[in-house]
């Protein structure tokens, strides 16, 4: 298990509510957030520069001469066409996390929704198969056998349950970023590295008992949505250390939906090599 504070549930049943309410346009933020919130944020995940160190959206827009806004595609926003490899990068530094939020981002959101709910003490973590391997290894075989939580966009999650405090303050238990280094570079680590691979992977959904909000990290995008109370949007936007923009349910996250920092889509110019 990954902690006496957290347990494998029934996914199937604890999620049962979140698929119906989504729908809409390809790209929509609501075919990832059910349509039921009164607001919706877009969390945009932190860049690198060529030091190394992290810079948000807004300042690589300013760097390179283009907008922020709350449509930011990264690839548009470097000034290439290709949405995968970002060939031609006009961007010296590094690219988003995709799927997860970094270990001090998700500390810092996990404190403003603890102010959001009435039930922090029972929240439920999801985490996708596709990328989530070592967290259903640490599973028992009886708990392996629990139904997940099975969403149309083909995303399988296993659920685990417990206090949202369990996300919170894992920068000061664990200096992942310094053990994964010595990892690495061949360089023995202790058994901390390990044990509790909760504290290495983000959840890609999050939400409590009562369903105030709803955490989406979808493993192919470079931000992070929430949905909730008005309440809980305006804390998030203006919320130090986290670049937030607040979006509505249609607002479209495809690729090249990004019309204020325009480059040539794939068949518009020469092919991309």
Known sequence: MLGDDLKAVDGAEAGAWIEPGRGGEFGAVSLQVPKVFEAYARVFHRSTDEDGNHVTW???????GRTAHR???????????????????????????LGEMEVEELDRLARVLADHTADPGHCFFGFCLINKSSVLETLSAEERQLPQLMLRTGRDHVVLAGPLSALVGEADRV?????????????????????????????????PGDRSWLVVSEVDFDSTLVGGRRELVDAL?????????????????????????????????????
């Open 175 to 207: 200096d992942v970023a310094a053990l994964s280094a010595r990892f690495e570079a061949g360089e023995p680590v202790g058994r901390e590295y390990w044990e509790d691979p909760f504290w290495r992977e983000a959840p890609n959904l999050i939400w």
């Open 71 to 97: 449509e930011m595609q990264w690839h548009q926003l470097v000034g290439s066409s290709d949405s995968a490899n970002f060939t031609g990068s006009d961007w010296p530094g590094g690219r988003p996390e």
């Open 237 to 273: 936007v203006a919320a130090p250390n986290l670049e937030v923009h607040e979006v509505d349910p249609d607002t479209s996250l495809a690729a090249f939906a990004d019309k204020r920092n325009p480059v040539a889509e794939p068949d518009e110019g020469r092919p991309l090599r």
């Open 58 to 64: 807004a300042e690589v827009a300013r760097r390179l």
